[in-house]
């Protein structure tokens, strides 16, 4: 299977845009979900089906994917969007999980 | 809604097997398209799939441990369980279980609080 690349950490000031970006062969061939994972608890959905939100989710946080490159928006940045956020996708029979981005909001 | 639980030892000695289990409530882990997977988490690191099964026993698993992982479902009882063989210390790890919906290709829409399991002697 082709892994998932993303930076480990992006930083962004309170109320800014963050983006943070999902590599992989082909990848705007396949569905890319994405994951916010604060400390201690457990990963939630955040985007699936590259661009859609789950209920609950904000509108502040959306997504896009075309080419080999997947991206997770989050506009108008607050402390509580810091956390780890990971990318996922389905290849070759299996699910791979891009190695995660620490969100700081400084 | 509904709810997933992970339950089993915290501590396991190297060689032998980890055993988990999810227990699914507010839902009905039989019918429709969900696949039911796990997912670890070593201390400090990203997430890894174990694998995922349908209610019928139709399985996916990560290649690199596929060999070492068996995983059932129990449908009487709407559990899942996973057993991994031959554990070491980098099987430490917190271990997520997991719904997958709309098909085994879909994405993960609930998760268990997960269990953190440590292997040593």
């Known amino acids: 299977s082709h892994g998932l690349t993303q930076p480990p950490s992006v930083s962004v000031s309170p109320g800014q845009t963050a983006s943070i970006s999902c590599s992989g062969e082909r990848l705007g061939d396949r569905y890319v979900s994405w994951y916010q994972q604060r400390p201690g608890q457990s990963p939630v959905l955040v985007i699936y089906?590259?661009?859609r939100r789950p209920p609950g989710i904000p509108d502040r946080i959306s997504g896009s994917n075309s080419g080999n490159t997947a991206t997770l928006t989050v506009s108008g940045t607050q402390s509580m969007d810091e956390a780890d956020y990971y990318c996922q996708a389905w290849d070759s029979s299996t699910v791979v999980f891009g190695g995660g981005t620490k969100l700081t909001v400084l | 809604q509904l709810q997933l639980q992970e339950s089993g030892p915290g501590l396991v000695r190297p060689s032998e097997t980890l055993s988990v289990i999810c227990t699914v409530s507010?839902?009905?882990?039989?019918?429709?398209?969900?696949?039911w997977a796990w997912i670890r988490q070593p201390p400090g690191k990203g997430l890894e799939w174990i694998g995922s099964?349908?209610?019928?026993?139709?399985?996916y698993w990560n290649p690199p441990l596929k060999s070492r992982v068996i995983m059932s479902v129990d449908t009487s009882n709407n559990q899942f369980s996973m057993r991994l063989t031959s554990v070491t210390a980098a099987d430490t790890a917190m271990y997520y279980c997991a719904r997958v919906v709309k098909g085994v290709t879909g994405h993960f829409d609930r998760w268990g609080p997960g269990i953190l399991v440590t292997v040593s002697s």
């Open positions: 507010n839902g009905s882990i039989s019918g429709g398209s969900d696949y």
């Open positions: 099964s349908y209610y019928t026993g139709s399985s």
């Open positions: 089906h590259d661009s």
